[in-house]
């Protein structure tokens, strides 16, 4: 049955942007070797031929490399972003015009506009689904579930108007969806847990070729990057405050040192403290951090990391900001009930004055490296995005014998886009020997 066909063709901010949304798109494949000989494959066995995926996803160059892709296997697309300022309008625009995908997105959408992007990807029908963050597929077990009231306001709008019949077919006819980072893939761990999960999950970044270096390389770099992007500052010599030792905080935290800063670690759990510690990090309660730090960054994927009694023993000219999945990791309304002026100092840039002291928050406390940076370079999002488009394959393939849980992909792909990384780095490595084959699959042999 279908559900909804009458959806606008698209909402991106201007179309004519996509002559230079293409030139950069097409600088990012460049560096996107792996995904490239997917496509090469996808184009000839077309294995999504057929299925209507609705992705929401950072509107990046290199999120434009995974759409050709997947249109390359067969799919019809539709596109929303997964975070309000993510967006790269010139991108938006090149997928419509040049790649037919249906894309909802505009950088610097307000709430309802987020929400309602999100609503017409649902409208657009899927049977399959990406995302980032799990918006999209906990809006639609929020539908399965019938829990109305838990639906931002522009997807419930939709949502109503719909008959009963037409939001079970909605859900019922979704066979998989792949989730990209942490903070999706928890919550989809805790729907299956509930029993909840309507349909089986791959979880993209549970494989080691995408949160090792994605997570840890790409965050690590463009973290800075969006932070020096928006500031200016000068990290060498400055101590930096990294909330959370996980991948991306080890990232930060080693990019902060390989730029001259001092770091500090922040963390909750005794073994990545202890990791800090012996990687040589300083660490530290984030209350007797506070004091001492000139700039903030929160990776924890946790809630309210910093609270208004941390910011107000922030020093005077303290930048905070987050690069965790969701802007809740800084309690932003506890900093705007205790500042007693707040104003915009420069793009992207807000001031909060706090018992006299100034303290900036970035990016409306939104990933930074995507906010006021491009993300990940390329090159590491060549190898999430080819678990991406290897983990839509397997839902198109297997999802009918998939149980409705959460899965990785199979270590042996894992493996194999290692390899093909490696190789298109000109980079070789030793083959076990047959000797040492039989001596690792022995128990018998002594020195
Ligand atoms: N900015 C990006 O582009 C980007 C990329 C990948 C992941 N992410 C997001 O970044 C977040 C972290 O991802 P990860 O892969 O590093 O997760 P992870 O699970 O590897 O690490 C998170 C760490 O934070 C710690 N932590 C939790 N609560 C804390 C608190 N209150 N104070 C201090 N530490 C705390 C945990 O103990 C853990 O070590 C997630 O929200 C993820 O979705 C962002």
């Known amino acids: 049955m279908s559900v909804q066909t009458e959806v606008a063709k698209h909402d991106v901010k201007n179309l004519e942007l996509a002559d230079e949304g293409k030139r950069r798109t097409e600088w990012s494949e460049r560096s996107?070797?792996?995904?490239?000989?997917?496509?090469?494959?996808?184009?000839?066995e077309r294995p999504l031929e057929g299925v209507k995926l609705s992705a929401c996803l950072h509107v990046t160059t290199e999120t434009a490399n995974l759409m050709a892709t997947l249109r390359a296997a067969g799919a019809e697309i539709a596109l929303c972003a997964s975070n309000p300022l993510s967006t790269q309008d010139d991108v938006a625009a090149h997928l419509v015009r040049d790649h037919g995908v249906h894309v909802y997105a505009i950088k610097g959408e307000d709430h309802e506009t987020y929400y309602g992007h999100i609503a017409?990807?649902?409208?657009?029908?899927?049977?399959?689904?990406?995302?980032?963050?799990?918006?999209?597929?906990?809006?639609?077990?929020?539908?399965?579930?019938?829990?109305?009231?838990?639906?931002a306001?522009?997807?419930?709008?939709?949502?109503?108007?719909?008959?009963?019949?037409?939001?079970?077919?909605?859900?019922?006819?979704?066979?998989?969806?792949?989730?990209?980072?942490?903070?999706?893939?928890?919550?989809?761990?805790?729907?299956?847990k509930e029993g909840v999960l309507q349909f089986p999950i791959v979880a993209v970044n549970d494989s080691n070729t995408k949160h090792m270096f994605d997570n840890r390389y790409g965050t690590g770099q463009s973290t800075l990057d969006g932070i020096v992007r928006s500031t200016n500052i000068l990290l060498a010599g400055s101590t930096v405050v990294v909330a959370g030792y996980g991948w991306c905080g080890r990232g930060v935290a080693s990019r902060a040192r390989g730029a001259g800063a001092h770091v500090i670690v922040t963390e909750i759990d005794p073994l990545p403290a202890l990791e800090a510690r012996m990687d040589g990090f300083e660490v530290r309660t984030m209350a007797d951090a506070a004091p001492l730090g000139d700039l903030f960054v929160t990776l924890t994927g946790n809630i309210h990391v910093i609270r208004p009694e941390h910011f107000s023993a922030m020093k005077d000219g303290a930048i905070v900001c987050n690069s965790g999945h969701f802007n809740v990791e800084l309690d932003l309304d506890g900093l705007a009930r205790i500042a007693t002026e707040r104003r915009m100092v420069r793009n992207l840039v807000e001031e909060f004055v706090v018992k006299g002291r100034r303290?900036?928050?970035?990016?409306?406390?939104?990933?930074?490296?995507?906010?006021?940076?491009?993300?990940?370079?390329?090159?590491?999002?060549?190898?999430?995005?080819?678990?991406?488009?290897?983990?839509?394959?397997?839902?198109?393939?297997?999802?009918a014998t998939m149980t409705k849980a959460v899965h990785r992909l199979p270590v042996a792909v894992d493996q194999e886009i290692a390899r093909l990384k490696l190789q298109s780095m000109g980079i070789s490595i030793d083959a076990l020997t047959p000797e040492q084959v039989g001596y690792l699959g022995s128990w018998d042999a002594g020195t």
């Not at 996107?32 to 000839?44: D, E, N, T, Y």
């Not at 409208?123 to 918006?135: C, I, L, R, S, V």
């Not at 999209?136 to 829990?147: E, K, Q, S, T, W």
């Open 153 to 192: 306001p522009p997807i419930r709008k939709w949502v109503e108007g719909l008959s009963k019949q037409e939001r079970s077919a909605l859900v019922s006819a979704v066979r998989g969806s792949t989730e990209e980072t942490t903070t999706g893939v928890i919550r989809l761990k805790a729907m299956a």
């Open 120 to 151: 017409q990807a649902l409208a657009f029908g899927p049977d399959m689904t990406q995302d980032d963050g799990a918006d999209l597929v906990g809006a639609l077990h929020m539908i399965a579930l019938n829990r109305l009231d838990d639906l």
């Open 359 to 399: 303290i900036m928050v970035l990016g409306e406390g939104r990933l930074i490296n995507l906010a006021a940076a491009e993300g990940h370079p390329a090159s590491v999002m060549d190898m999430s995005f080819a678990n991406q488009a290897l983990a839509a394959e397997l839902l198109a393939k297997e999802s």
């Open 32 to 44: 996107m070797p792996v995904l490239r000989q997917i496509r090469a494959r996808f184009a000839k």
